[in-house]
């Protein structure tokens, strides 16, 4: 059977990771190691694993990390007891938040500031929703809400519903989020929605172009870790559109048996997975199957987010 492997476009990194894992080798290579990582700097398992063996040490508290050394915070952010700890200990520390996070960190606090309760979408536990929950402030008059679903969007209750925000976590499913929305802006019409999603340009954009490739294709492969949430976002959405789909870190996580009744198999990858392992993947399929590998569509992504003025 005569095979074609399709690239998607856009896939991979985008701008906030760009940045995040620039920073830890730019510290690196100034300060040198051990430079410690408040959580995975981005989730994906080869990345992570590169940046230890430079002398990346990742820590999930701060209290972890010996005095007079270097942090950098993720790029899912932190709370701002987070960053209050890391000043009052005086270590120095460079903040690869995604700028896109930061924003959504700046309208909690506005929100809050001009006491109005706060509905944030995203999924517990996550550390971007940690982080994003952890900048609320004006307790006394203001309330932050967690919503995962439409189920609990139809059932939370509110204080004060008449001076109400909503807020996402920027890496959840467009569709989900869209329909998360409007059960929200139906309850509670006085709500205050975002002049523009919260949801970020590249998982926008990498949706957009799965949901495309998945109609087209028997098979899609996801590049990406278990662990990361727009990557697992990718697979579900390729699933709904009724494709077949795998998320996969390595060429070996695949059983090729799965694959050889496919003659349209798609490759996308999740905004933290390198290119290197997407194009390892896509070139050890075209040898196995002798397939035509084609890139599907053209990625013009130019965003671009500065580093730190310490590490330019």
Excluded at 130 to 145: A, F, V
Excluded at 162 to 175: K, R
Excluded at 201 to 221: G, H, P
Aim: charged fraction near 30%; glycine fraction near 4%; hydrophobic fraction near 35%.
């Amino acid at each position: 059977m005569n095979k074609e492997i399709k690239l998607a476009n856009p896939r991979g990194f985008c701008a906030g990771v760009d940045r995040a894992i620039d920073i830890v080798n730019r510290a690196l290579e100034i300060y040198g190691p051990p430079v410690y990582v408040k959580h995975e700097v981005v989730h994906n398992k080869v990345v992570v694993n590169d940046l230890k063996n430079r002398g990346a040490v990742f820590v999930e508290e701060i209290d972890e990390i010996p005095d007079d050394s270097l942090v950098i915070f993720s790029a899912h952010g932190v709370s701002s007891e987070v960053e209050e700890t890391t000043k009052a200990r005086d270590l120095n520390f460079f903040d690869a938040t995604c700028p896109l996070v930061t924003k959504v960190h700046m309208e909690v606090r506005k929100h809050a500031k001009a006491n109005k309760d706060i509905i944030l979408i995203g999924h517990e536990g996550h550390p971007e929703v940690e982080g994003t929950m952890g900048r609320h402030i004006n307790s006394d008059n203001s309330s932050i809400y967690l919503v995962q679903n439409e189920k609990e969007a139809e059932q939370i209750r509110i204080k004060n519903e008449n001076e109400l925000a909503l807020v996402t976590q920027t890496t959840l499913s467009v569709d989900e989020t869209k329909s998360i929305t409007e059960i929200l802006k139906k309850r509670f019409p006085e709500i205050q929605v975002p002049k523009k999603d919260d949801i970020c340009y590249a998982t926008q954009n990498r949706q957009d172009a799965v949901k495309q490739l998945a109609l087209e294709s028997d098979f899609m492969i996801v590049v990406g870790s278990k662990n990361s949430s727009n990557s697992n976002r990718l697979k579900e959405l390729s699933e709904k559109c009724g494709c077949k789909s795998i998320l996969i870190d390595e060429f070996s996580d695949l059983d090729l048996k799965d694959l050889n009744n496919c003659s349209n198999i798609s490759i996308t990858a999740g905004a933290s997975a390198p290119e290197s392992k997407v194009m390892e993947i896509a070139k050890s399929l075209e040898k196995h199957f002798n397939a035509k590998l084609i890139e599907n569509g053209e990625d013009n992504e130019n965003i671009f987010f500065k580093l730190p003025p310490g590490l330019r």
